[in-house]
């Protein structure tokens, strides 16, 4: 290839030094073909250069609609989230939240915990979406063929009385393999501690310390405000919605910055 450029640089480096070309002749091809070598370098880099970021935006815009479009996930979401009264919420400064009120005028708030909020989360940084915590066995009765099979989402349930009471009733929760496990429940303050960000603690009882008639109450008391067999389900499926929508966005941001 860079014989070919030094036939045509020749002849112009043999014009510019006119009568004295015997003599510079050597070094001005020397220099032109050294910089023809350097452009042609240039060009094929802008081109390959070019070549990856339209490849790069086709692959974005691909994935981006892809993402997007209804799917058997979105349809099964939106139905289990009509047909049991929660509503979803989900944007960068709540994260995922789904809420409902109860025929009681209770109104129920459910915070799920995703990665961003697993590691913040001093007590639960064993905890991992959709990964089972390390050292733990699965639970009794997950089939092996359960879809669910390696489900690990925590969860809080939030049940106020509006202006009836300044408290709430807390249960911390973790769905696993498709199951609603109940760890902690507690009775705080309705809202956050402006310096902490946290609810003040009245009384918290571990879950499986309860007397078995007690469980069985409370699980009862959340079966009848829709936490039931669906909600492990619709836990799993909002979590996969936020993954996506986060997805998204910084796909669009990085569109956005290579045009």
Same mark, same amino acid.
Not at 1 to 29: E, I, Q, W
């Given at each position: 290839?860079?014989?070919?450029?030094?036939?045509?640089?020749?002849?112009?480096?043999?014009?510019?030094?006119?009568?004295?070309?015997?003599?510079?002749?050597?070094?001005?091809?020397t220099?032109?073909?050294? &910089?023809?070598?350097? *452009?042609?370098?240039?060009?094929l880099g802008?081109?390959?250069?070019y070549?990856?970021?339209? @490849?790069?935006?086709?692959?974005?815009?691909?994935?981006?609609? @892809?993402?997007?479009?209804?799917?058997?996930?979105?349809?099964? *979401?939106?139905?289990?989230?009509?047909?049991?009264g929660?509503? *979803?919420?989900?944007?960068?400064?709540?994260g995922?939240?789904?809420?409902?009120? &109860? &025929?009681?005028? @209770?109104?129920?708030?459910?915070?799920?915990?995703?990665?961003e909020?697993?590691?913040?989360?001093?007590? /639960?940084?064993?905890?991992?979406?959709?990964?089972? #915590?390390? +050292?733990e066995a699965?639970?009794?009765?997950?089939a092996?063929?359960?879809?669910?099979?390696?489900?690990?989402?925590?969860?809080?349930?939030?049940?106020?009385? +509006?202006?009836? &009471?300044?408290?709430?009733?807390?249960?911390?929760?973790?769905?696993?393999?498709?199951?609603?496990?109940?760890?902690?429940?507690?009775?705080?303050?309705?809202?956050?501690?402006?310096?902490?960000?946290?609810?003040?603690?009245h #009384?918290?009882?571990?879950?499986?310390?309860l007397?078995?008639?007690?469980?069985?109450?409370m @699980?009862?008391?959340?079966?009848e405000?829709?936490?039931?067999?669906?909600? #492990?389900r619709?836990?799993?499926?909002a979590?996969?919605?936020?993954?996506?929508?986060?997805?998204?966005?910084?796909?669009? /941001?990085?569109?956005?910055?290579?045009?």
């Open positions: 290839m860079l014989a070919r450029g030094v036939k045509r640089v020749l002849p112009v480096a043999a014009r510019t030094v006119g009568a004295k070309v015997h003599r510079t002749a050597p070094r001005a091809a220099s032109a073909v050294a &910089s023809a070598a350097h *452009l042609r370098s240039n060009f802008s081109i390959r250069n070549s990856a970021r339209q @490849e790069l935006l086709q692959h974005l815009n691909q994935t981006i609609a @892809e993402e997007n479009a209804p799917n058997d996930e979105t349809a099964e *979401l939106d139905q289990l989230l009509a047909t049991n929660w509503k *979803l919420k989900l944007d960068a400064s709540t995922v939240m789904l809420t409902r009120f &109860s &025929s009681d005028g @209770e109104e129920i708030v459910v915070r799920v915990f995703t990665e909020d697993m590691e913040h989360d001093e007590d /639960h940084h064993h905890h991992h979406h959709h990964e089972e #915590a390390a +050292g699965a639970e009794e009765g997950a092996e063929d359960n879809p669910m099979a390696g489900q690990n989402d925590r969860f809080e349930i939030s049940v106020t009385l +509006g202006t009836r &009471s300044d408290k709430a009733l807390r249960f911390d929760c973790v769905a696993k393999d498709g199951v609603i496990f109940i760890r902690r429940i507690g009775v705080t303050s309705a809202q956050n501690d402006p310096i902490d960000g946290k609810p003040k603690v #009384a918290v009882m571990q879950f499986d310390e007397p078995e008639q007690t469980q069985t109450l @699980e009862n008391y959340l079966m405000r829709s936490v039931n067999q669906d909600f #492990a619709i836990v799993f499926l979590l996969n919605r936020h993954d996506s929508k986060s997805f998204v966005n910084w796909m669009n /941001h990085v569109n956005t910055f290579l045009h």
